[in-house]
């Protein structure tokens, strides 16, 4: 097993020496693992897997990175848009493989490449893009953005650069030690990274199907960047334009329909393809979850308080009222995601015990297992963690005078807590990012009562480790399964820090020139307004609150603790239990997004119901190009507006 010599063809095998040779003609995807010991589970996957493939096929090169950053840090723009709009940001890694596909296929049809890029290469790419798109921008629209909400102020450039990258190296190299554990010898499924190695075989092994999707991505795209001009865009070219702007006609179909009253509590209809095509993904359990509880917080919840004097009369649009329901909103979610942590205890359990075996594992100067000339080493871990350890104490607390011993404990909890997180995504598909980060919030409430930026920032670091490292080992998944080099794509995912954090901070440092764009119409920024009203709970206690936001949040809470556990009593009946994440999202938005989730969600089930082939092909594709080419759109209207303003802002003159 030293040795990567390719043995001669038997009777009946195909020829590897051969030039022409394929070596994912025949090849099956490992999905159900491998059985024995670790040891025997490794040795198999090096001879079934990666010999032959990662050891011969090209794939850490330099057109994968470049390829990878560029694709990331465009993708990245959407997830900025989409995060201040709507609260989360969606995986990058297939859109991304499905991009690169169609464009070097282009560029060699066209012949400016001499050759395709490999499946390989592709693998890599999606985690530069992954990297870029997804890993560096999460907490800028939830942390950061509370931040600025909460000071009415923002960071300077370099800090924030400095948060950003450093917090992607903490998370990336602290998957280093679980990646061996979790995906080589417990052989996790992580559900997108068997997903992302799908989508890549169909694309390099049946060119129609890729083509097809590529096309179908294209076309969407294209079309959305369309329907958000028409929608938002005339008035740029000409203010007498404006008269014939989607934008403009549902503000008057809105006037004549619902009239001031409901239009000032977010009830009105919007167009916006964008959260249409996010229905579209996330089902109908949770559009329906969405648009019942905005019916529950903007047409009776808010009207009640209204008529109650509770609200003041001159207290009116999203920004002053979801102050009022920002609090029950918050309380279910942080509730929900705490308890469902809680009831994978054996998950928990799991992570903690293999955690020796973990930090156990033989560094790559043992000459006699192969795999650890392939793996990333633990000395990398080790490094990053120091640096990133040093760099983010320094950070803290020279940004918010937090002294050193609170931030070396919050990269220890942070550990235990990504530990969790990563073993829960490996199991369910679902990273517990916000849960973790209000577990954080709760704990330094205790350790520094009183402070609110050192509560935010302490979170701050969980939920980026978790979200960097969760989404490493998804991607290390996808390598794992197409017999991949796992160090090699390491390095690509470690290159998308420096686009990603370059693209992430500047386009949010426009967008978000200062608080008073937050909140807003244009961006209600859901997750910061949780995070917002949790740091500020810990910070003044439940006692100063008005009582109608005490009895939100102890409402709220429990409705985040009776809706899963109802789901799990009532099996059979839980697509129509509400989901406790989208009832609680619905109360820090406005009305108009349940009302769209809801309808692309209607449209998905309409479609796989009448051709479900068609509709598992296409669904996905069609969505993303809706996402991306929408809010790409958005990202450009905002800049042509506000560009010159904003850039003198943000020059500091």
């Known amino acids: 097993m030293s040795t990567t010599v390719t043995p001669p063809a038997g009777p009946g095998e195909p020829n590897k020496a051969d030039p022409h040779y394929d070596p994912y003609a025949d090849y099956e995807l490992p999905v159900e693992g491998f059985q024995g010991t670790p040891e025997e589970i490794e040795y198999q996957w090096y001879e079934k897997c990666y010999t032959g493939r990662g050891d011969t096929i090209a794939q850490l090169t330099w057109r994968a990175v470049i390829m990878g950053s560029f694709l990331g840090g465009i993708l990245s723009l959407t997830n900025i848009y989409i995060g201040l709009k709507a609260g989360w940001a969606f995986g990058v890694a297939i859109t991304a493989c499905i991009l690169s596909y169609t464009i070097w296929t282009g560029i060699y049809k066209i012949g400016l490449a001499r050759t395709r890029m490999t499946i390989l290469e592709n693998n890599c790419m999606q985690s530069t893009a992954s990297s870029a798109g997804y890993s560096t921008g999460g907490t800028l629209i939830s942390a950061f953005a509370a931040y600025i909400m909460l000071n009415n102020s923002t960071l300077p450039m370099s800090i924030m650069f400095g948060w950003i990258f450093f917090l992607a190296v903490l998370g990336v190299t602290m998957a280093v030690p679980m990646k061996r554990q979790m995906i080589n010898t417990e052989q996790l499924r992580f559900p997108s990274g068997i997903a992302a190695a799908e989508t890549l075989r169909a694309l390099h092994a049946t060119g129609n199907r890729g083509e097809r999707a590529a096309k179908a991505l294209g076309i969407s795209g294209v079309l959305a960047m369309l329907s958000q001009f028409w929608s938002d865009g005339l008035h740029l070219i000409s203010a007498r334009l404006e008269a014939?702007?989607?934008?403009?006609?549902?503000?008057?179909?809105?006037?004549?329909?619902?009239?001031?009253?409901?239009?000032?509590?977010?009830?009105?209809?919007?167009?916006?393809?964008?959260?249409?095509?996010?229905?579209?993904?996330?089902?109908?359990?949770?559009?329906?979850?969405?648009?019942?509880?905005?019916?529950?917080?903007?047409?009776?919840?808010?009207?009640?308080?209204?008529?109650?004097?509770?609200?003041?009369?001159?207290?009116?649009?999203?920004?002053?009222?979801?102050?009022?329901?920002?609090?029950?909103?918050?309380?279910?979610?942080?509730?929900?995601?705490?308890?469902?942590?809680?009831?994978?205890?054996?998950?928990?359990?799991?992570?903690?015990?293999?955690?020796?075996?973990?930090?156990?594992?033989?560094?790559?100067?043992?000459?006699?297992?192969?795999?650890?000339?392939?793996?990333?080493?633990?000395?990398?871990?080790?490094?990053?963690?120091?640096?990133?350890?040093?760099?983010?104490?320094?950070?803290?607390?020279?940004?918010f005078n937090m002294p050193y011993w609170q931030s070396a404990l919050a990269v220890v909890l942070t550990y235990a807590l990504a530990l969790v997180a990563c073993r829960v995504t490996g199991e369910t598909d679902t990273t517990p990012i916000g849960a973790m980060g209000k577990i954080m919030q709760l704990t330094f409430g205790a350790v520094s009562p009183g402070n609110v930026n050192v509560n935010l920032m302490s979170a701050n670091i969980t939920a980026a480790a978790a979200a960097s490292s969760a989404d490493l080992l998804t991607d290390l998944k996808s390598g794992y399964l197409l017999g991949a080099h796992p160090r090699k794509q390491f390095i690509a995912q470690f290159a998308g820090i420096f686009m990603g954090t370059l693209v992430t901070v500047s386009a949010f440092r426009i967008l978000v020139p200062d608080a008073s764009v937050l909140g807003t119409d244009q961006f209600p920024a859901p997750a910061a307004q949780t995070w917002k009203g949790v740091a500020e709970a810990m910070a003044v206690g439940l006692s100063h609150l008005h009582p109608v936001k005490v009895w939100s949040i102890v409402i709220g809470g429990l409705v985040g603790i009776v809706l899963p556990l109802l789901s799990m009593a009532f099996k059979k009946q839980a697509k129509w239990i509400p989901s406790a994440a989208g009832f609680g999202l619905a109360w820090i938005f406005q009305w108009f997004y349940g009302f769209l989730f809801l309808l692309g969600a209607i449209v998905a089930m309409i479609w796989t119901k009448r051709n479900k082939p068609q509709a598992e092909e296409f669904i996905f594709p069609v969505a993303s190009g809706v996402i991306a080419g929408g809010a790409l759109m958005g990202v450009v209207l905002v800049f042509w507006e506000n560009g010159r303003e904003m850039l003198r802002h943000l020059l500091g003159f």
């Open 244 to 399: 014939f702007q989607l934008s403009t006609w549902a503000t008057r179909f809105n006037e004549v329909t619902l009239g001031p009253v409901w239009g000032g509590r977010t009830v009105q209809f919007i167009w916006d393809p964008i959260f249409i095509a996010a229905g579209m993904l996330v089902g109908m359990r949770v559009g329906l979850s969405i648009f019942v509880g905005s019916v529950a917080c903007w047409m009776i919840f808010v009207p009640i308080l209204q008529s109650q004097g509770i609200i003041p009369p001159e207290e009116t649009g999203f920004r002053h009222l979801v102050q009022w329901t920002l609090w029950g909103g918050t309380a279910c979610m942080v509730t929900s995601g705490i308890l469902s942590v809680f009831l994978q205890w054996k998950s928990v359990a799991r992570a903690f015990k293999s955690l020796g075996s973990m930090l156990s594992k033989k560094d790559a100067s043992s000459a006699e297992d192969p795999m650890t000339g392939i793996e990333t080493p633990m000395s990398w871990f080790i490094a990053g963690q120091g640096i990133s350890l040093i760099a983010l104490a320094v950070l803290a607390h020279a940004t």
